[in-house]
């Protein structure tokens, strides 16, 4: 191959419960003693067992019900094993199957560039980057395929042949996905504005028809008095502007910290008796977040598409997120639950709407 395939495989990040495995698992018995979670198969491919977590993740797709993530997992094991026409066939049909899966797109992409094939291979970056045009990754790959292509345009203008190492493209193949299945993207409803109302428009002059002069003079026509309106009443009352500014930065504050990879600030946008996942203590919660956080080679964290409802005396917030690290890409809906506490706004329940 001209170029060099690039495969971080770090431990999977979501933002629901998710029970982590340690490493000891791997090394004190057989893994496959027991079906192997997904945290497991990519424990065996960190490791370098590309071959017993290609066996298991071939049993689990021999279940009725499997997730998508064992079959892309299994394109990149084959993709890893140097099987890249495998690899290919492999991730084709996963793109019949979840059309929504993003990591398909661009590892095809990866692959294609690595038989030299760019032009398939720009094809499927660019299907990748029109369904999410933030996604890092991506990016990155487009612009090395670009940096091989014009590096051969400029050989054979020379009529010869450049130095492969230097030049060589790095892509990075994807190993994850939160897309369990294809869903349609929720319906966001903006709440900055108003509906525009309709002004009430005179009739037409030609409608007005005076009355006959020699007819006896009408009754005067009593006004109607107008029917009050019921107002209804319930919890969700309208937010303020200024309400609706301070929560979402405060919102922006926490994602910024998450991408610094800042614990002190991440930690500071949660109430003190915020209600952590599993029902655990908020130094155990703290724990977790840090290992699952901490040390990345980068992280983003962007949130977008607000919606918000004042409850009582707390705000719901609803917005999508982009999370991205090394070869991670997820992306989801959010549910913020914000309190006043000290006088800023902080998160005490935290959910990801659907799961």
């Known amino acids: 191959m001209n170029f060099l395939l690039r495969f971080w495989l770090c431990s999977w990040v ?3 419960p998710l029970t982590s495995t340690p490493n000891s698992s791997l090394t004190n018995a057989s893994p496959m003693a027991e079906p192997a979670s997904l945290a497991q ?16 993740i071939a049993r689990q797709l021999q279940k009725p019900v499997t997730d998508p993530q064992f079959q892309l997992l299994q394109c990149v094991v084959l993709a890893n094993q140097n099987q890249t026409a495998k690899a290919i066939t492999c991730l084709n049909a996963l793109v019949k199957a979840q059309p929504d899966m993003l ?12 038989l030299g094939q760019h032009d398939e291979a720009r094809r499927w970056l660019n299907l990748a980057m029109q369904r999410v045009p933030a996604l890092w990754t991506v990016h990155q790959n487009m612009q090395n395929l670009q940096v091989e292509v014009s590096r051969k345009a400029y050989a054979s203008a020379l009529q010869t042949e450049l130095p492969l190492k230097a030049a060589a493209p790095k892509l990075t193949l994807l190993a994850s996905t939160s897309l369990s299945s294809p869903e349609k993207k929720p ?13 009430a428009l005179p009739p037409p002059a030609a409608d007005l028809v005076a009355a006959p002069a020699s007819a006896a003079p009408a009754p005067p026509v009593q006004p109607l008095k107008p029917t ?14 200024e309400t609706r500014k301070q929560v979402q ?4 504050a926490w994602a910024q910290a998450w991408t610094a990879q800042n614990m002190t600030q991440y930690f500071a946008a949660y109430t003190p008796d915020f209600s952590a996942p599993k029902g655990l203590g908020r130094a155990a919660w703290e ?7 901490a040390g990345r080679r980068f992280v983003r964290v962007s949130v977008r598409q607000f919606s918000f409802e004042k409850v009582g005396s707390k705000v719901v917030a609803r917005f ?16 913020l639950d914000l309190v006043r506490h000290e006088g800023n706004w902080k998160i005490e329940r935290e959910s990801v709407i659907g799961q």
């Open 228 to 241: 009050p309106v019921p107002v209804q009443t319930t919890e969700q009352a309208p937010m303020n502007e």
């Open 287 to 293: 724990a977790e977040r840090t290992s699952r956080i």
């Open 41 to 56: 198969v990519r424990e065996l491919m960190q490791a370098g067992r590309l071959a017993e977590a290609g066996q298991e």
């Open 249 to 252: 930065s405060a919102i922006e």
């Open 14 to 16: 979501v933002l629901w």
């Open 320 to 335: 999508s997120q982009v999370y991205e690290s090394d070869n991670i890409f997820s992306t989801h809906r959010k549910r």
């Open 187 to 199: 319906k966001v409803v903006a709440n900055d504005a108003p509906s525009p109302v309709k002004a």
């Open 103 to 114: 990591e398909a797109y661009n590892n095809l992409g990866v692959l294609h560039a690595s």
